[in-house]
C-alpha cells in the first residue's frame, strides 16, 4: 500500500553561504572564505531531509521566476520531492539567506523573504486536497502566519496530524498551538514562547499547557527533551565532533516526519531524528549535509 505523503508548507531561500574564523561582532568585518550559493530555507531543507530519508513528500510554497527558483524547484524534484503546489511568481525575488558559518560550526543568518511572503490562503486551498489525504502536515514560521494557519485548520478538519517547527519564534495565537500535535522547538524558541527561562523540562511542560499534545524541545549537542501524556524525559544526543551546525534542526524535523509517517512512537522516532541531525553536523552545509536511511539505520543502536 502506498503510504500517505508528508506535506511540507514552508520557505525556498537561496543559501548564500561564507565561512569564516569566526562571526564578526557589530561593525566588525572578518574575513571568509569558501563561498558557495545553495537551494536552502527551512520548508525546502525539511522536505529534502524527508524524502532523503525514505519519506514521500510533497511541498506547499513560492519561488520567483529567477535563477534561484529554478534552481530551488531542480533540487526538490532531484530529491523527489513533489512540487506541484510550488508556485513560481513573476517579478518576485526568490528568499534569500545569508549565513556565515564559523569554524567551531556555529552559524549566524540573515533572511530576506522574497516570494516567500507571497504564499496566501488561495494557493494553500489549492492544495488542500492534498493536505487531507496527507500523513502528517508540517510547517515553520518563515511563511506568513496566516496561511500557515489556514493550511492547520485545513488539517484539523480531516484529522491531519500538525508538525509545528516554530522557527523563527514569534508571538503565536494560542489557537494556532492548541491545533498542534507535536511541536519542535529549540531552546531559545522554546523560551520566546513560554516567556520563561526554565530549564528544558519545565519549558517542555510549559508548552505542552498550551495545547500540543506532544513537545520537542532540541537542545544542540545537550540532546532533546520530550513532554507528553506520559511525563516528561531528557534524551542524549549522540556525541560527534561538529563541522556545520546549519540544517541541522531542519534534518531533526524532516527525519522525525519520515518517521511519524513509518507509524513508530515519538521517542523512538525522536531518536531516529537525532541520529540523522547528528550525521549532518558533522559535514559541511544544510542539505548537503542530510543523511540517507541507510547511513541513520547504520548509527541505530544494536
Do not use: W
Not at 489557537?175 to 531552546?187: G, R
Request: glycine share 10%; hydrophobic share 50%; charged share 20%.
Amino acid at each position: 500500500m502506498t503510504k500517505k505523503p508528508i506535506i511540507v508548507l514552508g520557505s525556498v531561500n537561496a543559501d548564500l553561504m561564507l565561512r569564516c574564523e569566526r562571526l564578526p561582532r557589530p561593525g566588525e568585518t572578518v574575513h571568509g572564505q569558501d563561498f558557495e550559493t545553495v537551494p536552502g530555507g527551512k520548508g525546502a531543507n525539511q522536505a529534502v531531509a524527508a524524502a532523503r530519508l525514505g519519506g514521500r513528500v510533497e511541498f506547499i510554497g513560492c519561488v520567483g521566476d529567477d535563477a534561484f527558483g529554478a534552481a530551488a524547484r531542480a533540487t526538490l524534484e532531484r530529491e523527489g520531492v513533489v512540487t506541484t503546489h510550488l508556485r513560481a511568481l513573476a517579478g518576485v525575488a526568490t528568499g534569500i539567506a545569508m549565513i556565515l558559518v564559523e569554524r567551531s560550526g556555529q552559524n549566524s543568518i540573515a533572511l530576506a523573504a522574497g516570494a516567500n511572503a507571497c504564499l496566501d490562503a488561495a494557493q494553500v486551498d489549492d492544495a488542500a486536497a492534498a493536505i487531507a489525504g496527507a500523513a502528517l502536515l508540517v510547517c515553520q514560521l518563515e511563511s506568513p502566519l496566516a496561511a500557515v494557519q489556514h493550511a492547520i485548520g485545513i488539517a484539523r478538519r480531516h484529522g491531519v496530524p500538525v508538525l509545528l517547527n516554530p522557527a523563527p519564534a514569534q508571538p503565536l495565537p494560542p489557537a494556532l498551538l492548541a491545533a498542534v500535535d507535536i511541536l519542535v522547538p529549540n531552546e531559545s524558541e522554546a523560551v520566546q514562547l513560554s516567556s520563561a527561562s526554565l530549564d528544558s523540562a519545565a519549558m517542555a511542560s510549559a508548552l505542552r499547557s498550551l495545547g500540543p499534545e506532544t513537545v520537542v524541545v532540541t537542545l544542540g549537542g545537550e540532546g532533546i527533551c520530550i513532554a507528553d501524556r506520559r511525563g516528561v524525559r531528557r534524551c542524549a544526543a549522540p556525541r560527534v565532533q561538529p563541522l556545520d551546525t546549519t540544517g541541522a534542526g531542519d534534518t531533526f524535523i524532516g527525519a522525525l516526519a519520515v518517521a511519524l509517517q513509518d507509524g513508530v512512537d515519538i521517542d523512538e522516532g525522536a531518536a531516529f531524528a537525532q541520529r540523522a541531525a547528528a550525521i549532518s553536523v558533522t559535514r559541511a552545509g544544510a542539505m548537503a549535509s542530510m543523511p540517507t536511511r541507510a547511513e541513520c539505520e547504520s548509527q541505530a543502536p544494536r
